[in-house]
């Protein structure tokens, strides 16, 4: 069987199980299959199977360039140190630099800031993280953690009355305390991708728990060294309002690409 044959007859067993596009509120036809994480955040692109999820051409087309920077913010530590590492890298950077432009002056660090900063280069590269570009872009893909992990869990699409809310933290936030360690209490043990005995929990794991007799979901996924994201689904948007004040904005089904619209 040829490997795009192999290809076709997996995403036609994905998408018999899962129909629907997860991030449009459960009545708009999937006709795609989005791996969340992507295959690029994995080394040599080799990415256990699961958390393979039905979307529409839009959302799955339109949040490519999400999972491209957040591929770059999260292999981004620690540096692989190898060739073919290396190389991977420099792919992503060329592509992020033909789709995204501007994004990578952005991220950009000076050598002698960094230095000065007393930062090693052999842990890989320092980014700047709060640009618009960076920002808009991983937080789409925050919202992306949020419906799929929310579909893996429940294994039902977050309906239109729904809605997720979620950030992203770089591995900076972790050492200067922004990120709120006491989340792992609430939170069952974590999980990754496996198959047979290749797992990649070194790159990837997720973690999750349901709160509000299962109206609401709270969800933790951490990259290699890189960076982590917390994101809340509830079934209610208004659930959000009530239960946890935040100043974050809430992505209701269909919106997905409205942080990147700008
Ligand atoms: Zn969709």
């Known amino acids: 069987m040829g490997e795009s044959k192999q290809k076709r007859r997996k995403h036609a067993a994905v ?3 899962c129909p629907w596009c997860i991030y449009c509120g459960g009545d708009v036809r999937a006709t795609t299959v989005d791996h969340v994480p ?7 692109r080799r990415r256990p199977k699961g958390l393979e999820f039905g979307s529409c051409e839009p959302c799955n087309g339109g949040t490519k360039h999400a999972d491209l920077v957040a591929a770059m913010v999260g292999r981004s530590m ?6 073919a590492g290396g190389e991977e890298m420099e792919s992503i950077f060329s592509a992020i630099n033909n789709n995204i432009p501007g994004l990578l002056q952005e991220m950009h660090i000076p050598r002698e800031v960094q230095s000065a900063a007393g930062w090693r ?17 991983m937080q789409t893909f925050a919202f992306k953690i949020g419906f799929s992990l929310y579909y893996e869990l ?3 699409v977050l309906p239109k009355t729904g809605g997720v809310v979620a950030r992203w933290f770089s591995n900076v936030d972790r050492l200067t305390g922004a990120f709120p360690q006491d989340v ?10 496996r198959q047979g005995q290749f797992e990649v929990s070194d790159q990837f794991a997720y973690q999750w728990r349901l709160a509000e007799e299962e109206r609401m979901a709270m969800f933790l996924a951490t990259f290699s060294q890189s960076f982590a994201v917390i994101a809340f689904a509830a079934t209610d948007r208004g659930l959000f309002d009530t239960e946890t004040k935040h100043p974050f904005k809430i992505c209701a089904p269909g919106e997905l690409m409205s942080v990147l619209r700008g």
């Open 78 to 83: 620690p540096n692989s140190g190898t060739k």
């Open 15 to 17: 998408l018999d199980g």
């Open 184 to 193: 792992f209490e609430h939170l069952l043990p974590p999980n990754t991708l």
């Open 154 to 156: 429940t294994k039902k």
């Open 38 to 44: 992507p295959i690029i955040m994995f080394a040599q």
């Open 121 to 137: 280069e052999e842990n890989g590269g320092l980014l700047r993280t709060d640009g618009r570009l960076v920002s808009s872009h």
